[in-house]
């Protein structure tokens, strides 16, 4: 059974930082996209950065761009977004994704098959 489980979530101060982490179990994603997507309350399912396979390419949401890092360690199965100058609208429930079939970085919540039950992640002000 294919297992996202996402650690690192909590309470921190606007700018300040948080790294999440993503372990993957089930099988190995060394071959494939994966990324991170937040939903606050009441607002859509958003993206946030992404990774390909190799780890060498990345991409991440405008407003994330310069703050927020997305890294991998294929050899643990591991995917991991640090966030740095973190401020109180980055304040959500933060879920690691793996595509079954990309094996570059992705943006849409469609490419990702696989997901974990997040981790809640809040800026006070």
């Known amino acids: 059974q294919v297992q996202l489980v996402e650690s690192g979530g909590g309470l921190v101060q606007a700018g300040g930082s948080l790294r999440l982490s993503c372990a993957a179990s089930?099988?190995?994603?060394?071959?494939?996209?994966m990324g991170w997507f937040r939903q606050a309350p009441g607002k859509e399912r958003e993206f946030v950065v992404s990774?390909?396979?190799?780890?060498?390419?990345?991409d991440a949401s405008d407003s994330m761009k310069g703050r927020f890092t997305i890294s991998r360690d294929n050899a643990k199965n591991m995917v991991y977004l640090q966030m740095n100058s973190l401020k109180p609208e980055d304040t959500a429930i933060y879920y690691c994704?793996?595509?079954?079939?990309?094996?570059?970085?992705?943006?849409?919540?469609?490419?990702?098959?696989?997901w974990g039950q997040g981790t809640q992640v809040t800026v006070s002000s």
């Open positions: 994704a793996a595509s079954r079939y990309s094996r570059t970085y992705r943006n849409a919540p469609s490419e990702y098959h696989y």
């Open positions: 089930g099988r190995t994603f060394s071959n494939n996209a």
């Open positions: 990774i390909s396979w190799t780890g060498v390419s990345t």
